[in-house]
């Protein structure tokens, strides 16, 4: 009896896939902006070096999965690793950052945008912590076939004077 259960059991979970209804539609493509993977917040002020550097973050890791609906929207699901580690004028065991996800079109137009700001607490005033961010976004792809044309971009939320420092500090 306990074998006959299993063996059903068994066909009823793998029939959410025997009678699937066909290939998987392809999912919104989802980038990490390169210029916007890294970010350094330095104390105010005018020094910019090592020692008036409150945070430094990195972005290190992304998954992402979606679902479509028989509505026409499909549901971007985005796991993101953000490393963030105190500088030395940081004070306190509180880091903030702040990134941003946006949607384009397949014309690359930009559909939506939207900033998310992020308190971060070290535990035990350590150096380094890592968040795992879950994003999820709900985009509208009809008339078109399928939402594999969309791209979902995500970064930091830069100042024009962060931008400005990683690009010197990079070389470029």
Same mark, same amino acid.
């Given at each position: 009896?306990t074998?006959?259960?299993?063996v059903?059991?068994?066909?009823?979970?793998?029939?959410c896939?025997?009678?699937?209804?066909?290939?998987?539609? &392809?999912? &919104?493509?989802?980038?990490?902006?390169? $210029?916007?993977? $890294?970010?350094?917040?330095?104390?105010?002020?005018?020094?910019? @070096?090592?020692?008036?550097?409150?945070?430094?973050? $990195?972005?290190?890791?992304?998954s992402?999965?979606?679902?479509?609906d028989?509505?026409?929207?499909?549901?971007? @699901?985005?796991?993101?690793?953000? +490393?963030?580690? +105190?500088?030395? =004028? =940081?004070?306190?065991?509180?880091? +903030?950052?702040?990134?941003?996800?946006?949607?384009?079109? #397949?014309?690359?137009?930009?559909? !939506?945008?939207?900033?998310? #700001?992020?308190?971060?607490?070290?535990?035990? *005033?350590? &150096?380094r912590?890592?968040? $795992?961010?879950?994003?999820?976004?709900?985009?509208?792809? !009809?008339?078109?076939? @399928? !939402?594999? *044309?969309y791209?979902?971009?995500?970064?930091?939320?830069?100042?024009?004077?962060?931008?400005i420092?990683?690009?010197?500090?990079?070389?470029?």
């Open positions: 009896m074998r006959i259960s299993v059903v059991l068994g066909l009823v979970l793998a029939g896939t025997v009678f699937d209804s066909g290939p998987q539609l &392809p999912c &919104p493509r989802v980038v990490v902006l390169s $210029e916007a993977a $890294e970010m350094v917040e330095f104390r105010p002020g005018p020094g910019r @070096d090592l020692t008036d550097v409150l945070y430094e973050g $990195e972005i290190i890791g992304m992402a999965t979606c679902d479509y028989d509505d026409g929207y499909v549901d971007s @699901d985005v796991l993101l690793a953000i +490393r963030l580690a +105190r500088g030395p =004028a =940081a004070e306190g065991n509180i880091g +903030r950052f702040t990134y941003f996800v946006a949607i384009t079109d #397949p014309n690359n137009k930009i559909i !939506a945008k939207q900033v998310f #700001p992020v308190e971060v607490e070290y535990p035990g *005033f350590g &150096p912590v890592v968040v $795992e961010e879950e994003i999820r976004q709900r985009i509208y792809y !009809a008339p078109n076939p @399928d !939402a594999g *044309f791209r979902v971009f995500i970064g930091f939320q830069l100042t024009q004077d962060q931008l420092y990683l690009r010197r500090s990079r070389g470029g």
